[in-house]
């Protein structure tokens, strides 16, 4: 592994533990040369199916694009980074089980707002704002009396 700080390939391994459910495994390392520490991440690299957009463009899944829009959506709010680390990992884990060669978007999504609709209903509404581009403020308060009615029932 090269260090990201001098670039030196002499670098050991000084703890290592699981994450995210057993799934990932956390490294400290630390470089023999400049005596700095980083840490690596270790997971299954699952075969993932390719992306159509709502344009028709097809993409390869990025784990990294369903974690930075859960990143944004739960800004300024009580969310942990694990807790989104996870969910993005429950994602790409799901997708990688259905064994479909390509999904659209909408499935992601929807997946997103399902797993964030039950975390923070904030975070919900941000996503879902963007997500299902509202043409208006009345569509856009017609989902959050949806939520709000949702919460009565409960």
């Known amino acids: 592994m090269h260090c990201p700080f001098c670039k030196s390939l ?9 994450v995210s459910g057993g ?28 992306v159509v957009k709502k344009n028709g463009e097809r ?7 369903v974690l930075r829009s859960l990143i944004v959506a739960c800004s300024k709010r009580p ?3 694990d807790e989104l680390d996870e969910m993005a990992e429950s994602i790409e884990q799901e997708l990688s089980i259905l064994g479909e060669k390509e999904l659209p978007s909408r499935m992601i ?15 919900y509404v941000r996503f879902a704002s ?3 581009s509202f043409r208006d403020i009345d569509e856009f308060m017609a989902e959050v009396g949806n939520l709000v009615g949702k919460g009565a029932e409960d």
């Open 10 to 18: 002499d670098t050991r391994v000084i703890d290592s533990r699981l």
């Open 130 to 132: 963007v997500y299902k």
């Open 109 to 123: 999504g929807e997946r997103v707002m399902v797993r964030l609709k039950s975390l923070d209903e904030v975070a």
């Open 23 to 50: 799934t990932v495994t956390r490294r400290r390392r630390e470089c023999d040369s400049c005596k700095r520490r980083f840490t690596t991440y270790e997971r299954v690299e699952h075969a993932l199916p390719t």
């Open 59 to 65: 993409q390869a899944f990025a784990r990294d694009k």
């Open 79 to 81: 969310v942990s980074a």
